[in-house]
């Protein structure tokens, strides 16, 4: 069955310190890989995305994801978190145009000052 | 903004009455999605749409149905609403070539009293 986890339901991070979001996924076809973050009472927003090539991916706020085949994951890295990154953060998975993302759960980041 | 409205933003029903939300985008992309999304359980498809006239159901759709008659707009009803469909609602677009990259509206919220 196709599934994506996200191991960590909450997560604080203190202002300035390095952040890691896991996600491992579950998915018979090469997939494509997204991150989502909401923050309260909005809508999703798209972080960053891997289809192919480089494993290593950048995407806006200053956010960056490691595919890995072999372990199935991309986890979510970002060197020096902002207060303003506190929000829900979704891993999502997909495999071709016109199909339903799968998404994890969530993590909610906290950030402490 | 990512060319997507919803309406409306915030709905109190009571059960058993019907309930119509919309989702309108400006892109002209071929693919819509509604999505609702529930605490720990992250997003769960409800029905897309792969063109006007055309649907689909997804994983959650029992109680709900859509209809597409612009390619701009894509209306999701409750025909009687129960407690369960307590929710928030999001409708998401995808262009046709895009490789299931999807963006999403800001959201409804239903409470089904």
């Known amino acids: 069955a196709q599934s994506v986890t996200q191991p960590d339901i909450h997560i604080t991070v203190s202002e300035g310190a390095s952040l890691e979001l896991r996600c491992n996924y579950s998915y018979g076809a090469t997939p494509y890989l997204f991150w989502y973050v909401q923050s309260p009472g909005q809508g999703l927003q798209l972080l960053l995305k891997?289809?192919?090539?480089?494993?290593l991916v950048q995407g806006i706020k200053g956010f960056e994801a490691e595919f890995k085949r072999s372990q199935s994951s991309f986890n979510l890295r970002k060197p020096s978190v902002h207060w303003s990154d506190a929000a829900e953060y979704f891993c999502a998975v997909g495999s071709a145009a016109g199909t339903a993302l799968i998404f994890g759960k969530g993590t909610t980041l906290s950030v402490s000052s | 903004d990512a060319g997507i409205t919803q309406s409306p933003r915030h709905k109190v029903t009571e059960t058993g009455t019907p309930v119509t939300l919309r989702c309108h985008q400006t892109e002209n992309h071929r693919y819509m999605y509604w999505y609702r999304q529930d605490p720990g359980h992250g997003l769960r498809l409800i029905h897309y749409?792969?063109?006007?006239?055309?649907?689909d159901k997804g994983e959650v759709s029992d109680g709900y149905s859509v209809s597409r008659s612009k390619t701009e707009d894509f209306l999701l009803t409750l025909e009687s609403a129960t407690s369960s469909q307590t929710s928030v609602y999001f409708c998401a677009h995808e262009d046709s070539g895009s490789r299931n990259e999807q963006f999403f509206g800001p959201g409804t919220r239903l409470t089904v009293l």
């Open positions: 891997y289809f192919s090539g480089d494993t």
């Open positions: 749409s792969y063109g006007v006239k055309d649907t």
